[in-house]
Every structure is written in C-alpha cells, then in structure tokens.
C-alpha cells in the first residue's frame, strides 16, 4: 500500500496524474486568443504564440430574435449558382423547390433568366431589398465583398460553405476568419458557418444546404431540432426524416466564425414544433455559453440531448483539423453538460433515439420500468440492461398481476419481465388485456415492449403499433419499442417512427439508458453553482501578487486560512529546532525535506516517517539534509518541517486546475497509487456545493473504502465533502492566478479529515 511513503509527500501532483490519464489530457482553446494553445503533455504545459490579433469572447448566448431572418426566412438567394446539376450552388437551391416564399439564383452570366426554375439576378446588389437569408457559394476570396454588398442590400443574415480558414492552422488565416466575423458584427449581420454544409428548415421546408435530395424527406415537421457542428453528421441525422421521424430544424455550424452551436440551439428552442435538441459538439471558443443555454432550455420545458465530439486523443486531433475547434478534456466536457442540465449520451446512434424519445414522452407517472414481450430471452435481455442503469423493475400489483394469470398461457410469466408468449400473435384480445392492465398499474411509467419478428403479415407489425397508439394514450404513459430484428427497417420502424405515443430504439442498452435520461431531466434542474465564501477569498487575496509556486508549507496555510483541516508543521533548520518542534507537538512525528525546488520528497530521501524519539529524529533530520544534498546538490533547502505522524485513513487526492473553456475544475479521487493504477475520480466544475461534493465520492469505484468497507470505520463523509467544497471555493477565488492546487492526500478519518501535503501553482 505504500500508505507511510505517500503520507510523506504529494506523490501524484497534478502533472503526473495528467500524464497518467488522470486528469485527462486536454487541447483545448485559450478563450482570450486565437494564437494561443495550451498543450498538456505529460505534466509540462508548452504555450505555442503567434502574432494573432486577440478577440474577446464571452459567455452570452445571441438573441434568437436577430437570427430569425437567417433561420427562419421568408425569403432567400443562392449566390454562385451554376448550370451544372451537381455544383453545390445547384444542388442547394434545388433544395429550396418546395419553398413558398421568393427565391433567387444569382449569378451574372445568367441574369434575366430562369436558373433551374427560379430567377437569376447579376449580384447581391440586384436582390429585393431586404431579402432574409443569403447563402454562398463561392470561395472564401469572395465572402468578404458579398458581406459588404449583404449590408447594403439590408440582408438578414449568410450562409457560408466556404472553407480555408482557421479550420487550416494557418496564422494569416486565422486574422482572416477574426476579421470577417468583426465586420459582420459591426454590420450585424449573423453568419452561419464558414466551412458549414447550411441548415434545413423543416417547417417551411427550405433546404438551405448542398446535400442532395432535402425534397425527399417528407416526414412532417416537429420534434427534434438537431445542431451539429459537422455539417455531414447534421445532414446524416437530418436524414431520419426520410423514415418518418418527426424533426423541425436543423443548422450547422462549421467554423463557428460567428455562431456557435449554442447560439444555433438557442434559436431552435423558441420554435413551437421543437420539443428537443439533439446536439452534436466538437468545441468552443467558450464553453460557459453551455451553461445559459442549459438554463434556457430547461426555462423552455425542452430537454437537449449532446453528443462530444473528440473524447479521445485522436478524436481530438481530428477536431482540430476538421473545424478549427480545440477538444476539451472529456470529463471536464461532461461536467460541464451536467452543471448545464443537459443529457450526455455515449455514441451517435443514442443521439436521435434519445431526443426522439424526450420529445414525444410525457413527465414520468412512476419510475417503473414494465417489460411485456413475446420472447422470454428478450424480457431476460430487457431486464439485464434495465438493472445496469438502476431502473426499477417492480413486480405487478395484484390486481394486474390477476389479469396476467388469467389471460398469458401457463408457459408465459404473468411477472415483470412479462412473457405473454408468441400467443399474442393469434390473440389480440390477450395482448389488448395484458397491455391494458399493465399500462393502469400505478408502479409502471412507461412499458417497453421488444419486438423480436415481423409479423408473417405485411402489416402484422404495423397494426400492432396502431392498437398500442390508443393504449398509451389513455394511459398517458409512453411505451418503447425495442426492435431486435436485424431486418432494420421496413413497414414497422416506420409506423414506431410516425407515432406520437411510440418510440424506436434499436438498442436496448441505449432504450434502457434514455428511460435513465428521461427520469433526470423530469427529476428537475441541477443545483446551482454555490457561491464563494468569504474565508476563501480572504484566504486568496492574502497570498502575495509575486507568489508563483506555494510548496507543503505555505500551501497548507492557504487552506487553513480559507477554513480547511490542515496538519499544522514547525519549520526547522537544525537537528536541535527539529527536536524541540518535535517535543512541542509530541511524538511520534514525520519529518520532511522544505525545498522550492524539490516537488517529489520520496525521490531524494526527503522524509523520515513514525520517528518516536529525540535521537530518531536527530538522526532523521541529517539523513535528509545529506541525502537531499546527494540527489539534488543545486536544490534550495529552507529546512525540514515537522509535523504530527497522523492517524492511518482512507486517503484522497483533491485537485483543482483553471480550464481555458469552463473556469475552475475540482478533481477527488483515491490518493497514491491506487488512483494511478485505476484512474478512479470524479471531476465537476467548480465550486461545489457540499451534497455535490458528496455525490462525487460517492461516484468513485473507490468509495466503499470511505463507507466502512469489511468492518472498517466509516469516514465522516459530510466532513471530508465540506473540505472538498472549502477547497473548491479557494480555487475559484484565485480566479485567473490558479494554474493547479492540490491536497495530495486528505486521510479521511471517522472524525473528519486532514490534508497532510499540499501544492499550488499560481500564474504571473
């Protein structure tokens, strides 16, 4: 366990743990510059600089109402439109035939003339006046005077394919993209894109984008809105249109030279037909704009499902290059999505059954989940995934389970999971009763039925869904279908898909997980953000401007002056002062090198544990200075600092860094190696509250340990959650100074706890 070598010495600083995968390595996008990267890599942060100009960022969402026009026009222009069938200009506006309002090609070579059915106008300059919603097709040299042409034609807002920017890692390019969005500011006139593939309106059914065959999808609006920063995975999920899946909006936002995907989920929240978001994100300049949008949504009654993009090293790398965008660190993404109340989901494919989901379910009557099949393997397979989440799975009130008995064969189960057999089949009086029965018994919100064979008859399965239609109405309860066969699609997906009370899911983990989402976001809003006591900014103001790095020493007080626990320790710089610390704080005691220079004491010899007597620690204290001299002969030693060996406890490392996206981070998890090996924490954006902290713990693989594990005593966790939250304050009081702070460890005792080392590392 090494548990005495750890109490020696922060054995983890931060740096490590980033290296390790701790604190997941981050690339991410300095809010104040576009020049400015921070890389973190093992442990060691290399600040890349060009000469770009800075543009200020901040959190506040666009008004929906000054994108109307771009979004929701009534009437349009495709500026670059060629001849040519499979040209983007082409293809976009014959995306527009279904359009009611005006609708303009413009291109000189063509003007006074019909171009694929509609007219041809030279330039901008010959468009009706206030025309809504323009969009380009043309290169990015071009952009900059059909902008200026946009203003003087009192446009309402572009629409820009045009690639070549920022997404290159070009300097220049990037001045270019920074202008382009300063002028249209100073215009304002909103952009959507560069490097954007458009937007769908499906209420007006306007194709705004050069993906082929918008006109096909004839799916009526309403339901989802979808954002996407990749234009074709926002196409891609467009698509679900095509097979009945009711969907309103959606808009990509490339770049983001101007608006973001938050902006663009914003607008969509205030259309009537939307009743959720299926967000995809690779980035953003700034990521407390999630936090407002979350507010809002939750203001609006409309839940937003989000899918991050780039978890992975690669996948962050990939969004560098793809969109110009910097990939936050994964965890730190998903506390983000929680602190904003929105509902992470894992994979692609969750993204659209999940908000599909969301959009046509009513609040939760109950939090039983009921499964009714044919199949007794699908039930077993339904309940396996069911308990995995942690939904209930209660077993029929008597009444129901009467029915059951009377009406299933005695080979079926008349419990939950309920086998009504392959009789349903032949009997659709039997199936009416059970599913009736089920649907009244008060323990169950929703009913998930597995589908696991077509009907021998063409519209065998698509009646059953229209019988089930009805039921779920009265009962006011949704009820999802678990579609097992593997033939994907046909008449019955698509009668699930164009039903309100129903809902698809070709998964029965992500099935299980969405029924999960639904209760946390009818659950209610996330706990605010607590605000920050007066301790630690007390605590933050009195540490000197000029302090740069505060060792062991300095580090505790600051955490003992903003209200912490901290082992209190006697500097000594002789083995005599070493002896009389120790007789003042009474034996046995710990001594410990004190050097600016000398981060990890372990390595140069620089502690002395458990030291029960005056000779042990007149031996400890020249051991130390001798072997810190050996190892490390450049080293500053301040002296040795004393301090009471403490009580044996479960101990944790509590961390805290400043992200470039979402302000101040605080990390818990199992202290020394134990956290190394198995990565075992749990991340939030900070300050914490207490009950949030304790959620955190409670996260942890770990926590057993904490919570009286084989006989062993309980911690005071209401104890060790409040340190964490103290601690969580003092590092959001540092504000912009705060690089990194750690406690490493916090030995968690049935009686509180204490912070025995420390570190922190402030900014210039």
Not at 299 to 304: D, E, F, Q
Not at 337 to 347: H, I, K, N, Q, T
Not at 463 to 472: E, I
């Amino acid at each position: 366990m090494l548990r005495n070598l750890r109490r020696g010495c922060a054995s983890l600083p931060f740096h490590a743990y980033r290296a390790r995968g701790m604190w997941p390595a981050a690339m991410q996008h300095d809010s104040a510059s576009l020049g400015e990267r921070l890389h973190f890599r093992t442990g060691r942060v290399a600040l890349r600089t060009t000469k770009r100009r800075k543009t200020v960022f901040d959190a506040s969402l666009r008004d929906p109402d000054t994108l109307r026009r771009l979004l929701n026009p009534r009437s349009v222009a495709v500026v670059g439109v060629s001849a040519e069938p499979a040209s983007f200009g082409a293809r976009t506006i014959t995306n527009m035939k279904l359009f009611d309002g005006p609708v303009h090609a413009v291109n000189p070579k063509y003007a006074g003339q019909e171009l694929h059915g509609f007219p041809c106008v030279a330039t901008i300059d010959d468009l009706p006046q206030g025309t809504d919603s323009v969009v380009l097709c043309m290169p990015r040299t071009g952009v900059v005077p059909s902008l200026e042409a946009a203003a003087r034609r009192d446009i309402g807002g572009l629409t820009i394919y045009a690639s070549g920017y920022g997404e290159t890692d070009l300097p220049e390019r990037a001045v270019e993209e920074a202008d382009l969005r300063d002028r249209a500011r100073a215009l304002g006139i909103p952009l959507l894109g560069a490097n954007c593939l458009g937007f769908v309106n499906h209420v007006t059914r306007l194709g705004a984008t050069f993906m082929p065959d918008y006109v096909k999808m004839t799916a009526p609006a309403g339901g989802v809105g979808v954002v996407s920063q990749s234009g074709a995975l926002g196409y891609a999920l467009m698509q679900a249109a095509e097979r009945g899946f009711a969907m309103c909006h959606m808009a990509t936002a490339g770049n983001a030279t101007d608006l973001d995907v938050c902006d663009l989920a914003a607008f969509q929240l205030t259309l009537p037909e939307c009743r959720s978001i299926a967000l995809v994100v690779e980035g953003l300049r700034d990521g407390r704009k999630l936090f407002e949008l979350g507010r809002q949504a939750r203001h609006a009654g409309k839940p937003i499902v989000v899918l991050k993009l780039g978890r992975g090293e690669t996948g962050a790398k990939a969004a560098m290059s793809h969109t110009g965008s910097m990939a936050g660190s994964t965890a730190a993404w998903s506390a983000a999505f929680r602190r904003a109340g929105m509902l992470e989901v894992e994979d692609f494919d969750g993204l659209l059954e999940t908000s599909g989901f969301l959009a046509k379910a009513p609040p939760p009557k109950a939090r039983g989940v009921a499964i009714a099949t044919p199949s007794g393997g699908a039930g077993i397979m339904a309940a396996d995934h069911a308990e995995y989440v942690g939904l209930a799975l209660p077993q029929p009130e008597e009444a129901t389970a009467k029915v059951l008995r009377e009406a299933i064969p005695d080979f079926g189960s008349p419990r939950n999971p309920c086998d009504l057999t392959a009789q349903v089949a032949t009997n659709p009086a039997m199936y009416d009763a059970c599913m009736r029965a089920i649907l009244a018994d008060p323990q169950y919100g929703v009913v998930v039925m597995p589908v696991v064979y077509h009907n021998p008859a063409p519209t065998g399965t698509p009646n059953r869904m229209k019988l089930m239609r009805p039921l779920a109405q009265e009962a006011g309860k949704p009820i999802c279908i678990a579609w097992i066969p593997e033939s994907l699609e046909g008449p019955g997906p698509y009668a699930v898909d164009t039903a309100p009370e129903l809902s698809l899911f070709r998964s029965m983990r992500r099935l299980m997980n969405a029924i999960s989402l639904w209760h946390r976001w009818h659950d209610g809003a996330p706990a605010q953000a607590p605000g920050v006591g007066e301790a630690a900014r007390q605590a933050a103001a009195a540490i000197p401007a000029s302090a740069r790095t505060l060792m062991e020493a300095e580090a505790k007080a600051a955490f003992a002056a903003a209200g912490l626990p901290a082992m209190p320790d006697i500097r000594a710089t002789s083995a005599e002062e070493a002896i009389a610390a120790a007789g003042r704080i009474g034996y046995p005691v710990v001594l410990k090198i004190d050097s600016p220079d000398i981060a990890h004491k372990t390595e140069v010899g620089g502690v002395k544990l458990n030291l029960s007597h005056a000779e042990s620690v007149r031996a400890g204290y020249d051991g130390i200075i001798a072997s810190v001299k050996a190892h490390a002969p450049d080293a500053r030693i301040d002296g040795v600092l004393v301090q009471k060996m403490a009580e044996r406890g479960p101990e944790l490392i509590v961390g805290a860094r400043r992200d470039p996206q979402f302000g101040t981070t605080v990390l818990v998890g199992l202290g020394g190696v134990q956290a190394e090996l198995w990565k075992d924490v749990a991340l939030d954006i900070a300050p914490v509250s207490a009950e949030r902290a304790e959620a955190m713990l409670r996260s942890l693989k770990s926590f057993p340990l904490l919570d009286g594990f084989r006989g062993s005593a309980k911690v005071d966790l209401a104890s060790v959650a409040a340190t964490i939250a103290r601690f969580s304050e003092l590092a959001v009081a540092l504000g912009d100074r705060l690089e990194e702070a750690e406690i490493n460890p916090l030995v968690c005792l049935p009686t509180g706890s204490v912070a025995l080392d420390g570190l922190m590392k402030l900014a210039g």
